[in-house]
């Protein structure tokens, strides 16, 4: 019965979780795009203010930082989806 249970999970399970961790790769990598983007807008509108480049210079690493594990998410997601 054991014998039984474990071969059909072992057929299974890689069906079963390879999608899982696309799609979990997918959401985290959403949710940092959507984090780069938040403080987009007021960076644009700070770039013209000369009192505003403290915040300035935080924005942008933030952005950026945020953008690129995103991105390499997505791309971590479609290696998997690949393989």
């Not at 069906?15 to 960076?43: D, E, K, M, T, Y």
Request: hydrophobic content about 55%.
């Amino acid at each position: 019965m054991f014998k039984l249970a474990g071969k059909f999970l072992h057929h299974i399970l890689p069906g079963v979780v390879r999608p899982l961790h696309v799609l979990w790769n997918q959401v985290i990598g959403f949710f940092f795009l959507a984090l780069a983007c938040l403080p987009l807008p007021s960076a644009i509108k700070d770039i013209h203010k000369p009192d505003m480049y403290p915040r300035l210079a935080l924005s942008i690493p933030f952005i950026l930082i945020m953008g690129a594990f995103g991105v390499s998410s997505f791309l971590r997601a479609r290696r998997i989806s690949r393989s």
